[in-house]
């Protein structure tokens, strides 16, 4: 099949390349002529495990292919991805410009049936939105489906070639059926392709990433009344994850969820609550505790070393929000970082694939760069 993939991020240049490997024609675009250069050269520009193999792979066979040209993009497809950011606003609500403005682009453009699939994160009746924008400059048929992702940074490549299941929202039996061919060679081994309409699968998405934001903020607030109480945080961990109604996953307590993934969907989550004027208590309790576990966790330094932080020097092991990814949006270390440089700290970090961001983040903080020295192997 002939598809396109709009964005080159994290699950842009995923979905494209897997998709890739599977033997369809992929084409992926993006806006940034510099970035498309270096993914047509052959230059990959995120890290994730196990991606930079068939990456290569693919683009030496021609199946993989990178454009600046939404033209391009769309008179090389029959289904057409929108793997592009969606960013919180200040008042915590999803950022749906992007999204918008390539839909009414693609209006003008479609001359034929098209599937056009919202892989982003999106608020509940974002493709009503999409299909009214490309609405006002097209008469084709064309079929808007929502599909979001399910991938976790650091295993994505494995999530997206064998995932638990795939969750597609259509009302559109034309675009069911291509779904189904377009990914059966990823379901063979039994797992489910859901099929729901449009508005539940944007909040799948949504109430799954919240879900796991609240167990990773539990168990964050189970390790403090530990420490409190002289239980052993680690021992309870066992003990709760080998019931089978719980499970093992997102029990570790640490400092804070991060990413860009679980803070901007459980804030979008909340605003949507917000604007259909319910009070959804639990998602603003989960939000509240991960902010305060940072705050937990410096405050721990500053007892440690009776409140006077001036002229220390201290290491900081690991700067992406999780292993295995060079990514650090909302990573807690920065906030480490940066509450430790106000205090008069000279901060160490090391990290293995991070450092090329981490850089560029405190190159941007003026008031810190001059304290932190990053190390890593990448």
């Known amino acids: 099949m002939n598809l396109s993939v709009i964005g080159t991020g994290y699950v842009g240049l995923v979905t494209g390349t897997c998709l890739a490997e599977t033997g369809h024609h992929v084409i992926c675009l993006d806006v940034d002529a510099n970035k498309v250069k270096k993914l047509s050269s052959g230059q990959i520009t995120i890290f994730e495990p196990g991606l930079e193999a068939i990456f290569h792979r693919n683009i030496k066979e021609k199946r993989l292919h990178f454009t600046t040209s939404l033209l391009e993009a769309v008179e090389g497809s029959d289904i057409i991805f929108l793997a592009l ?6 008042d915590g609500s999803a950022d749906l410009k992007y999204i918008l403005n390539v839909g009414e682009e693609l209006g003008k453009l479609m001359n034929k049936y ?51 299941r795939i969750v597609i929202g259509t009302s559109s039996e034309k675009a069911k059926k291509l779904l189904e061919q377009m990914y059966a060679p990823f379901v063979r081994q039994g797992n489910p ?3 729901m309409d449009e508005r539940s699968a944007e909040m799948t998405k949504y109430a799954a990433n919240s879900y796991l934001a609240m167990r990773i903020s539990f168990m964050n607030e189970i390790a403090n009344l530990c420490e409190k109480t002289g239980a052993d945080v ?21 400092i804070g969820y991060g990413g860009s993934c679980f803070p901007k969907d459980v804030q979008a989550l909340a605003k949507t609550a917000s604007d259909y004027q319910y009070n959804f208590r639990i998602l603003d309790s989960v939000m509240k505790v991960n902010a305060l576990q ?42 480490v970082i940066e509450e430790l440089t106000r205090r008069g700290v000279s901060v ?27 190390f890593g192997c990448s």
């Open 193 to 195: 392709i859901i099929f």
């Open 294 to 335: 940072r705050e937990v966790f410096v405050q721990k330094i500053l007892q440690r070393f009776s409140n006077n932080l001036s002229g220390k020097k201290i290491a900081l092991w690991g700067i992406a929000f999780k292993p295995n990814t060079d990514d650090i949006r909302e990573a807690p270390s920065l906030y």
């Open 114 to 164: 098209k599937v056009i699939i919202d892989k982003s994160t999106v608020p509940v009746g974002t493709a009503d939105l999409i299909r009214k924008k490309i609405l006002l400059n097209s008469k084709v048929e064309f079929d808007v489906v929502s599909n979001p992702e399910f991938l976790r940074e650091g295993v994505a490549v494995e999530d997206f070639m064998k995932p638990d």
């Open 85 to 90: 950011p969606t960013p919180p606003g200040e």
């Open 234 to 254: 680690e021992m309870v961990r066992k003990g709760m994850g080998s019931d089978t109604r719980i499970g093992k996953r997102f029990l570790f307590p640490g």
């Open 348 to 374: 160490v970090a090391y990290d293995p694939e991070a450092i090329p961001n981490a850089t560029a983040y405190t190159d941007d903080k003026s008031g810190i760069n001059g304290n932190v020295k990053c």
